[in-house]
């Protein structure tokens, strides 16, 4: 409510009158799109709309609405603000796209690390199963299984 003390009394009769008038309008816009609507069901207005409706309703003093101060300057900053917030959007994807690749270069070389090692392949195990990651063979990331033993032959293969 616009200027009311938190019992509902106005502050003054600027602001009753204002209040009182946005309301009236609200409420018209409502009913006529309700009567327009095809299933005849209520039809609430958004917050944006009714939002406009004030900003129609509501005296101009020196190109500021009244009841809303420096407010009137959001729609300025919301439009610059959504496409900053898109653009540290991408940049924080990309940021996460290279972590994962580091992640899962850091999984391989745990893995290799463990080839020979039961205890510690027990214990990756048990913490990857803590984490509700799958449960990896070791042998997969060994490096000197992925490659040819002779490099000649790595080469004919080609």
């Known amino acids: 409510m616009t200027h ?9 009769h600027a602001s ?6 946005v309301a009236t309008r609200v409420e018209e816009r409502e009913a006529q799109l309700t009567q ?4 005849g069901l209520p039809v609430t207005l958004t ?3 009714a939002n406009r409706i004030f900003e129609e309703v509501a005296p101009k003093n020196k190109g500021r609405t009244v009841g809303i101060g420096y407010v009137n300057e959001v729609a300025l900053a919301t439009s610059s603000y959504t496409s900053r917030q898109d653009e540290d959007t991408s940049q924080m994807k990309a940021r996460m796209d290279s972590q994962q690749v580091c992640l ?9 690390m463990v080839v020979e090692n039961p205890t510690m392949q027990r214990m990756l195990s048990e913490r990857r199963a803590a984490l509700g990651l799958p449960v990896r063979d070791p042998q997969e990331s060994d490096p000197t299984r ?9 080469f004919e293969n080609m």
């Open 36 to 39: 327009q609507s095809p299933d």
């Open 16 to 21: 009753e009158k204002l209040f009182h008038a």
């Open 146 to 154: 992925q490659q040819p033993s002779n490099p000649t032959d790595y």
């Open 4 to 12: 009311a003390t938190s019992d509902g009394v106005f502050v003054d």
């Open 47 to 49: 917050t944006e709309e």
């Open 104 to 112: 899962d270069s850091l999984e391989d070389l745990l893995d290799v």
